[in-house]
């Protein structure tokens, strides 16, 4: 397999990803993964080398390359910009297909923490997404931008979902809470959109990041083997 730190046309300036794709012909299924508030770290980039040993291309774009250097991990998510993300999910795409071209299959987006609301932001929004999985995504009811005219939050885009939707949640979680990750969930179903949920007792926020202390192996393994077969099933047979 092949994994490395490319450079994607984007506006305003090149933007970096971190590209893996497996060696063979393919075509290759895809996953653009959104990193979560430390940004692209080992954890990232071990999703990133896992998913290529497991049949499929993927994609991590570095979503906070429009913030100033030593910002503080949260005041940086806070940076963020609804309509920016988008622009930089859409210009990972488009590197993806100019990169592999023919090799390239249906694609599919996931994300951690601040990259679950990512994912779930993009599947509302972003046609190429055929999938989508949220791990533990905060602040899907929030908004993000400059405040200069009104948008809304990826909560409130929920019926643009085209695909499924698979989640990863900790019950000892705050954002999202227990109660957060019902009222997504009712919201889905009531807009019958096809969604799996799944939470893990005994783990909270940050729970598949082994780097830190929050880190939960047992959820981490299990979720990552649920993933594995939502994908193969959802987005390979879209193939």
Same mark, same amino acid.
């Given at each position: 397999?092949?994994?490395?730190?490319?450079?994607?046309?984007?506006? %305003?300036?090149?933007?970096?990803?971190?590209?893996?794709?497996?060696?063979?012909?393919?075509?290759?299924?895809?996953?653009?993964?959104?990193?979560?508030?430390?940004?692209?770290?080992?954890?990232?980039?071990?999703?990133?080398?896992?998913?290529?040993?497991?049949?499929?291309?993927?994609?991590?774009?570095?979503?906070?390359?429009?913030?100033?250097?030593?910002?503080?991990?949260?005041?940086?998510?806070?940076?963020?910009?609804?309509?920016?993300?988008?622009?930089?999910?859409?210009?990972? $795409?488009?590197?993806? &297909?100019?990169?592999?071209?023919?090799?390239?299959?249906?694609?599919?987006?996931?994300?951690?923490?601040?990259?679950?609301?990512?994912?779930?932001?993009?599947?509302?929004?972003?046609?190429?997404?055929?999938?989508?999985?949220?791990?533990?995504?905060?602040? $899907?009811?929030?908004?993000?931008?400059?405040?200069?005219?009104?948008?809304?939050?990826?909560?409130?885009?929920?019926?643009?979902?085209?695909? %499924?939707?698979?989640?990863?949640?900790?019950?000892?979680?705050?954002?999202?809470?227990?109660?957060?990750?019902? &009222?997504?969930?009712?919201?889905?179903?009531?807009?019958? &959109?096809?969604?799996?949920?799944h939470t893990y007792n005994g783990a909270g926020h940050a729970f598949h990041n082994f780097t830190g202390e929050r880190y939960r192996e047992r959820a981490a393994r299990a979720s990552w083997q649920e993933l594995l077969a939502f994908l193969a099933e959802r987005l390979q047979r879209s193939a």
């Amino acid at each position: 397999m092949t994994v490395r730190w490319e450079t994607a046309q984007a506006e %305003p300036s090149p933007m970096r990803v971190y590209v893996g794709a497996p060696d063979s012909a393919g075509p290759h299924p895809a996953m653009v993964v959104a990193h979560h508030a430390p940004g692209i770290d080992a954890q990232v980039q071990d999703a990133v080398h896992r998913l290529v040993r497991a049949g499929y291309a993927a994609a991590a774009p570095d979503l906070f390359r429009r913030q100033p250097q030593g910002v503080e991990a949260v005041k940086r998510t806070q940076l963020l910009r609804d309509d920016e993300i988008l622009a930089d999910l859409r210009a990972t $795409i488009a590197h993806l &297909k100019s990169s592999l071209g023919a090799r390239l299959g249906p694609l599919g987006v996931m994300g951690y923490c601040m990259g679950g609301r990512v994912a779930y932001l993009g599947a509302c929004e972003i046609e190429d997404f055929r999938v989508s999985a949220v791990f533990y995504g905060g602040n $899907i009811m929030k908004a993000l931008g400059d405040g200069a005219s009104p948008s809304l939050s990826p909560f409130q885009r929920s019926e643009k979902i085209r695909g %499924p939707v698979i989640g990863f949640f900790g019950a000892e979680d705050t954002n999202p809470s227990p109660d957060d990750v019902k &009222k997504i969930g009712a919201e889905l179903a009531r807009l019958g &959109k096809w969604h799996e949920f799944h939470t893990y007792n005994g783990a909270g926020h940050a729970f598949h990041n082994f780097t830190g202390e929050r880190y939960r192996e047992r959820a981490a393994r299990a979720s990552w083997q649920e993933l594995l077969a939502f994908l193969a099933e959802r987005l390979q047979r879209s193939a």
